[in-house]
């Protein structure tokens, strides 16, 4: 049960109704995370603004972007982002068994994704912390300085809205993501 009711476009903060108007449009309905998010303008700015800045400056595309939120949110052991993600995942090009070996933390049949992917969860799991040898991989794999920086962003937004949904208890309010096989 969530702990702060889910506003409508009609009963958010005025403050908050411009961004929930896009993020509606954006996704074709207003979500429950972000409608939880309204009740303090702040927190739906940042997590705009965050998602803005990737959108404007990230050079990742999307299959690289969802398969960045289906790490960090099944390391979170977070079923509503898990459940976002594979629809944006699928969205953005990516298959079924693929997007269930990313979360599982399995080969995705992609050795230069997982290799960013092993760091993203690294440093998810630990705090922020990603051992030499992660980060080395990911480099000889080809992920250069930059995107390897860039991708703490991605980490950024992704724990941001894992723990939101944790902190709040947000009810899904989408398809949930397949059951990880054991």
């Known amino acids: 049960m969530p702990r702060v009711p889910v506003h409508t476009l009609d ?10 108007e896009t993020l509606s449009k954006r996704m074709g309905k207003l979500l429950n995370i972000h409608a ?21 400056q990230g ?13 960090v949110g099944a390391a979170d052991h977070c079923d509503y982002c898990q459940s976002a993600h594979t629809a944006g995942g699928k969205a953005a090009g ?16 992609d050795a230069k994704l997982d290799s960013l992917l092993a760091v993203m969860r690294e ?11 992660t980060w080395q991989q990911a480099q000889a794999a080809g992920w250069s300085d930059e995107q390897l920086a860039e991708g703490f962003a991605h980490l950024a937004v992704n724990l941001f809205t894992n723990y939101f949904n944790h902190y709040v208890g947000t009810e899904l309010d989408l398809p949930p993501a397949p059951t990880l096989p054991a």
């Open 123 to 133: 440093a998810a799991t630990e705090v922020g912390t990603v051992g030499d040898d």
């Open 94 to 109: 990516l298959d079924p068994e693929r997007m269930l070996a990313i979360r599982a933390g399995r080969p995705s049949g």
């Open 11 to 20: 009963t958010a903060p005025e403050q908050a109704r411009p961004v929930l």
């Open 59 to 71: 050079t990742f595309d999307g299959r690289t972007r969802e398969a960045i939120a289906l790490a």
């Open 36 to 56: 939880e998010m309204a009740h303090s303008p702040v927190v739906l700015g940042a997590y705009a603004g965050m998602q803005d800045a990737i959108g404007r």
